[in-house]
């Protein structure tokens, strides 16, 4: 198995050290007022990452995350086991910061308590596995080679002191190398280097969080004309595209999922699931279920 299915490893790495979050929900003004809905929180994170405060680990995961709202919730789901917040962000229940918490805990961390809210392992180096195939691919489009070495500098500098970075950097760079697409040789200097195998046409891969802004776009277009829009065709539109650093089923639920969260659309699930379809919405009609595909909290 690998990290574009799951290798099923259980060893805890620091994604969102909440400490430094917590230090910065201090030092901010009025956040029990500013803060009080999904979202609000969302907002504060990205202004968070901004900031230069959340570490590279934090940074990367948000960045990469397709669902900022999902993960908004992971996040949230942390705070409440440390019982820092309450409410869920909805107009129903805001967010109630409850400063007194959030005080006592930084002031243990300060003397030396050190709380943490790790992703597991596998999860973490799934999403370093995305991230560097993307940037490889980004490298080799340009006709560039990606070297290992600026790989592996860049995540000496950010993994946590407790996780074997040789371990980790090999595990990484073996998952990429089982893309299909890739293969790891060295140059004539003798430094490893991924490369395109030499079968493989280098196009520009398309994230799937455009690629689902086009598919609506179209979606609306066509549903203008006519009554249907069958998922068929993302299908055999994902079929023929190179995928950014995931399996094609997992591309292509991750665009469904997108036009399923667009309020004009309905999807309509068929018994055989390549015939659904979608079609515009009926005012008063129930917005359809979903499952996530983000990792739930460890």
């Known amino acids: 198995m690998n990290a574009y299915v799951d290798d099923g490893i259980r060893i805890e790495r620091d994604v969102m050290n909440v400490i430094p979050f917590l230090e910065y929900l201090e030092s901010l003004p ?32 948000w960045s990469w995350v397709p669902d900022r709202d999902e993960a908004c919730h992971i996040i949230c789901h942390r705070l409440h086991e440390m019982d820092v917040v309450g409410g869920d962000g909805s107009p129903q229940s805001p967010y109630v910061w409850i400063f007194s918490s959030i005080h006592r805990i930084v002031q243990q961390r300060n003397k030396g308590l050190i709380i943490k809210a790790p992703l597991r392992y ?66 004539r200097q003798g430094q490893m280097i991924l490369r395109l195998r030499s079968n493989v046409h280098a196009k520009p891969p398309i994230p799937y969080q455009t690629a689902a802004m086009e598919y609506l776009n179209e979606a609306l277009d066509r549903l203008q004309r006519e009554e249907t829009y069958p998922i068929a065709h993302i299908i055999e539109q994902a079929r023929g595209s190179r995928m ?55």
């Not at 990452?49 to 940074?59: A, H, K, L």
């Not at 991750?254 to 079609?279: C, M, N, W």
């Open 30 to 61: 009025d956040v029990s007022r500013t803060v009080v809905y999904r979202t609000n929180l969302i907002d504060l994170l990205d202004e968070y990452v901004t900031s230069r405060r959340s570490s590279p680990q934090f940074s990367n995961w």
């Open 122 to 187: 596998h999860e973490a180096i799934n999403y370093d596995v995305v991230m560097y195939t993307k940037y490889a691919f980004s490298n080799l489009t340009k006709r560039q080679p990606y070297f290992i070495s600026k790989l592996e500098s860049e995540l000496r500098f950010r993994l946590p002191n407790y996780i074997d970075a040789d371990a980790y950097i090999r595990t990484l760079v073996q998952q990429m190398e089982r893309h299909p697409e890739l293969e790891l040789v060295p140059d």
């Open 244 to 298: 950014e650093g995931c399996s094609q089923d997992a591309y292509i639920s991750r665009v469904i999922e997108k036009l399923q969260r667009d309020g004009r659309l309905q999807f309509i699930e068929a018994p055989i699931f390549d015939h659904s379809y979608f079609t515009f919405a009926r005012r008063g009609a129930p917005s359809p279920a979903f499952d996530s595909l983000l990792p739930t909290p460890a």
